[in-house]
C-alpha cells in the first residue's frame, strides 16, 4: 500500500513569490494534517481536514497561507507571497478519522531567498 | 494549554545497549493520548509507540517500551539492545482525545555508536 505522496520535495522560491505543495494521502483515510517543521524542532500543526471540510484552522496564518482539499482527497496547501520565515519543511500526514494513527510523508523543504 | 517538553536536546547510546528518552507534558485533560514518534533524517515520521492516558499498564512495542507515570505527567521511552537503525530524532507527542490534533515536543537527537 502507497503511503502519504508529497510533492515537491524541495522548492527554492524568492521572497514574495507564491509557492505550493501537493499531498496525497492514504487511500480511505478521511482526515489530512498539515504541518510545519522548523529546523530542529517539533511539527506545528497548520490545519486539519475531515473529508472535504478544514475543522481546524486556528494556527493557519491565513493572510498568506491557503488550503484546499477538493473532494475530499488531494491537498494543496499554498503560500502567498512567501517571506524568508517560512523556510521549513511541510509535512503532510493523513488518518482513517482522527481517533486513529496519523502517517506522515515525507514533506516538502522549502527554502526562501 | 498543552505542552510537551523533552529536556534531552541529544543523546547517545553504545549498540546493544539501552538508552531512556525522557518527555514530560503538562495538561489539565484527564482523557488524553501519548506517542513518540521517530524521525530518521530522510524526514518520514514514523510512530513508535502509543499510550492511552486511561490506561495504568505501560506500552510495549518489541525492543520500546515506556514509563508512565501520570501523576507526574511523564512519559519516557526505553530502546532496549539499541541498534544502528535507531539512530533518529525522536519527538514526545500529546493528543487531547478527540481532536486529532498532536502537540510536539523538541526532540531528541539519538546516536548510536557501533
Known amino acids: 500500500e502507497a503511503g502519504v505522496v508529497q510533492s515537491p520535495r524541495y522548492k527554492i522560491i524568492e521572497k514574495k513569490q507564491p509557492v505550493a505543495f501537493w499531498c496525497n494521502p492514504i487511500?480511505?483515510?478521511?482526515?489530512l494534517y498539515w504541518y510545519l517543521q522548523n529546523l530542529g524542532q517539533g511539527p506545528e500543526l497548520l490545519i486539519r481536514?475531515?473529508?472535504?471540510?478544514?475543522?481546524?484552522d486556528s494556527q493557519l496564518p491565513k493572510d498568506r497561507f491557503s488550503a484546499e482539499r477538493l473532494k475530499g482527497v488531494d491537498s494543496t496547501l499554498k503560500i502567498q507571497p512567501a517571506e524568508l520565515g517560512d523556510s521549513a519543511v511541510y509535512l503532510c500526514?493523513?488518518?482513517?478519522?482522527?481517533?486513529?494513527?496519523?502517517?506522515f510523508g515525507p514533506g516538502t523543504r522549502l527554502t526562501v531567498l | 494549554a498543552q505542552t510537551v517538553t523533552q529536556s534531552q536536546p541529544e543523546m547517545s547510546v553504545q549498540e546493544a545497549e539501552t538508552v531512556t528518552l525522557s518527555c514530560t507534558y503538562d495538561t489539565s485533560e484527564s482523557d488524553y493520548y501519548l506517542f513518540w514518534y521517530k524521525q530518521p533524517p530522510s524526514r518520514q515520521m514514523i510512530l513508535v509507540i502509543r499510550?492511552?492516558?486511561?490506561?495504568?499498564q505501560n506500552a510495549t512495542e518489541n525492543r520500546f517500551s515506556v514509563n508512565f507515570q501520570k501523576a507526574a505527567k511523564s512519559f519516557s521511552l526505553k530502546i532496549s539492545d539499541s541498534q544502528l537503525g535507531d539512530a533518529a530524532m525522536y519527538f514526545c507527542?500529546?493528543?487531547?482525545?478527540?481532536?486529532?490534533?498532536?502537540?510536539f515536543g523538541q526532540g531528541t537527537t539519538l546516536q548510536v555508536k557501533p
Open positions: 507527542a500529546y493528543s487531547y482525545s478527540n481532536t486529532g490534533k498532536l502537540i
Open positions: 487511500s480511505g483515510h478521511n482526515t
Open positions: 500526514a493523513s488518518s482513517l478519522d482522527h481517533n486513529n494513527e496519523q502517517f
Open positions: 481536514y475531515e473529508n472535504e471540510e478544514a475543522v481546524d
Open positions: 499510550q492511552e492516558a486511561y490506561k495504568q
